[in-house]
């Protein structure tokens, strides 16, 4: 990789989490003052994660903003959800504190009806191209990088170079937790749902986002 930029008058960037809401995934920029070469590097450690979203802002991942019609009706939903599963879980322990108190409701009165409506959000927009296109690029990334994924024995190379662009896209719901989504362009994802907070009050999820089905070059190299 660094042989194709000169390092000589180089700076590297360490980028902060929050430039993975701008859309850049890089952990890492390497850029030549002189001559402009710039190469963006997303590190992992033995995961291909791509994105830890919130299901609560899928609205503004597709690019339609806070407080629209489109917004607000999501998010009553969302809060009925929760709404409902808090009095579910009142009622099967009355002194619940964390989900693992509650933890055999979860599935079926809490992650499938989140699935479902993220699910159904997605497809309702489907063919809109702008939001296709925009949500695929919030969950790869808007800029050319490159993916290292250091496992114990070899380091893959992931090139996410020019990708196409997504027309459209389509979703549904795999078992109790997972919504796969397909952007047409040879590219899927799996999102499996979570808490992210053990207390059960935060009323708090995301997305754990992997590649399903990557169109792109990929290099390994063997470790001794």
Same mark, same amino acid.
């Given at each position: 990789?660094?042989?194709?930029?000169? &390092?000589?008058?180089?700076t590297i960037t360490r980028h902060s989490d929050s430039s993975g809401i701008d859309g850049d995934v890089s952990d890492i920029t390497i850029e030549n003052i +002189?001559?402009?070469?710039? &190469?963006?590097? +997303?590190?992992?450690?033995?995961?291909?994660? !791509?994105?830890?979203?919130?299901?609560?802002? %899928?609205?503004?991942?597709?690019?339609?903003?806070?407080?629209? $019609?489109?917004? !607000?009706? @999501? =998010?009553?939903?969302?809060?009925?959800?929760?709404?409902?599963?808090?009095?579910?879980?009142?009622?099967?322990?009355?002194?619940?504190?964390?989900?693992?108190?509650?933890?055999?409701?979860?599935?079926?009165?809490?992650?499938?009806?989140?699935? $479902?409506?993220?699910?159904?959000?997605? $497809?309702? @927009?489907?063919?809109?191209?702008?939001?296709?296109?925009?949500?695929?690029?919030f969950i790869i990334g808007n800029t050319n990088f490159t993916k290292i994924i250091v496992n114990e024995k070899d380091i893959n190379l992931y090139k996410f170079?020019?990708?196409?662009?997504? $027309?459209?896209?389509? +979703?549904?719901?795999?078992?109790?937790?997972?919504? &796969?989504?397909?952007?047409?362009?040879?590219?899927?994802?799996?999102? =499996?749902?979570? %808490?992210?907070? +053990? =207390? @059960?009050? %935060?009323?708090?999820?995301?997305?754990?986002?992997?590649?399903?089905?990557?169109?792109?070059?990929?290099?390994?190299?063997?470790?001794?």
């Open positions: 990789l660094l042989d194709k930029i000169e &390092l000589e008058n180089s +002189s001559s402009d070469q710039k &190469l963006n590097l +997303s590190i992992k450690h033995n995961h291909m994660a !791509l994105k830890h979203q919130r299901p609560a802002s %899928t609205p503004q991942q597709l690019g339609i903003p806070k407080k629209s $019609n489109e917004d !607000l009706l @999501f =998010r009553i939903k969302y809060k009925t959800i929760f709404e409902n599963f808090n009095q579910e879980s009142i009622k099967l322990n009355p002194k619940v504190l964390l989900y693992s108190d509650v933890v055999e409701i979860i599935p079926i009165s809490l992650y499938t009806p989140m699935c $479902n409506l993220v699910s159904d959000f997605i $497809n309702s @927009f489907g063919n809109d191209k702008y939001k296709s296109n925009n949500y695929m690029r170079q020019d990708l196409p662009d997504s $027309n459209s896209m389509s +979703s549904k719901v795999i078992g109790d937790k997972n919504i &796969l989504v397909d952007f047409h362009n040879g590219i899927k994802v799996m999102m =499996r749902i979570h %808490t992210a907070s +053990s =207390r @059960f009050k %935060t009323n708090s999820l995301k997305f754990d986002t992997q590649p399903y089905e990557l169109n792109i070059p990929m290099e390994s190299i063997i470790l001794s």
